[in-house]
């Protein structure tokens, strides 16, 4: 299933700015470098997953110097079946920027 998710504040540039919409493959397969989208208890966030660790998931943002960033530095590691799924594509603005991956 894929769902979309539009990005807020500066955490994932340069890669993704505010506004940007993305399609989310729910329940994809997740590696090391891939952008994914995580529920935590304020809601969902936009990471780039790290590593995988014994408590799951390590994620942070591409821009560490994002005011009010929030990643694996501040809460730990995701809880695998807290990954909604995996970026595949940012749909907009125009032009737009595949992820796709064949997996």
């Not at 969902?44 to 005011?67: C, H, M, Y």
């Amino acid at each position: 299933m894929i769902t979309a998710v539009r990005v807020t504040g500066d955490s994932m540039l340069p890669a993704l700015r505010p506004g940007d919409w993305l399609l989310v493959r729910r329940g994809a397969v997740v590696r090391p470098g891939d952008v994914v989208v995580a529920r935590r208890p304020h809601g969902l966030i936009v990471k780039r997953a790290f590593r995988l660790t014994e408590e799951g998931w390590w994620v942070e943002s591409d821009n560490q110097q994002a005011p009010g960033r929030q990643d694996s530095w501040n809460f730990g590691a995701v809880p695998t079946g807290e990954i909604v799924g995996r970026v595949v594509a940012r749909y907009w603005p125009w032009p737009f920027r595949l992820f796709w991956r064949a997996r």
